[in-house]
């Protein structure tokens, strides 16, 4: 089992950054990949970033490449996703999720591909 923690979302304007935090526990961080996708009001749940098991690979969505960045701290168990020059487009609620099943595969961008679920943290950006 793998509890996870959203922290760090706000009321930011265009142009600003934020850092979000997600903060594991129950299980060693080192031992699941983790995602963090993002939810706007009447839209599908989308990938944003991933930062597997090993290595510390990572994979973002081609769109966002370059304005987030997404690393961890396993000595406070929390993987963070740097957000800079954000847009209004990025408003939304942001999920970080934990996959335990193929956490060394670098592209698994799918929902299901996720186990377990924090509660999520608004970010909103105005123009």
């Known amino acids: 089992q793998v509890h996870l923690v959203e922290s760090g979302g706000g009321l930011v304007e265009a142009g600003d950054s934020l850092r979000l935090s997600c903060e594991l526990s129950?299980?060693?961080?080192?031992?699941?990949?983790v995602g963090w996708f993002r939810q706007a009001p009447g839209k599908e749940r989308e990938f944003v970033a991933r930062l597997t098991k090993r290595f510390d690979n990572t994979y973002y969505r081609s769109s966002l490449k370059g304005r987030f960045t997404i690393s961890r701290d396993n000595s406070k168990k929390t993987v963070y996703l740097q957000m800079n020059n954000l847009e209004p487009e990025d408003t939304a609620v942001y999920f970080c999720a934990a996959d335990r099943m193929y956490p060394s595969v670098v592209a698994r961008t799918a929902t299901d591909h996720y186990t377990y679920w924090g509660q999520g943290t608004q970010v909103t950006v105005s123009s």
């Open positions: 129950g299980r060693s961080i080192t031992s699941v990949a």
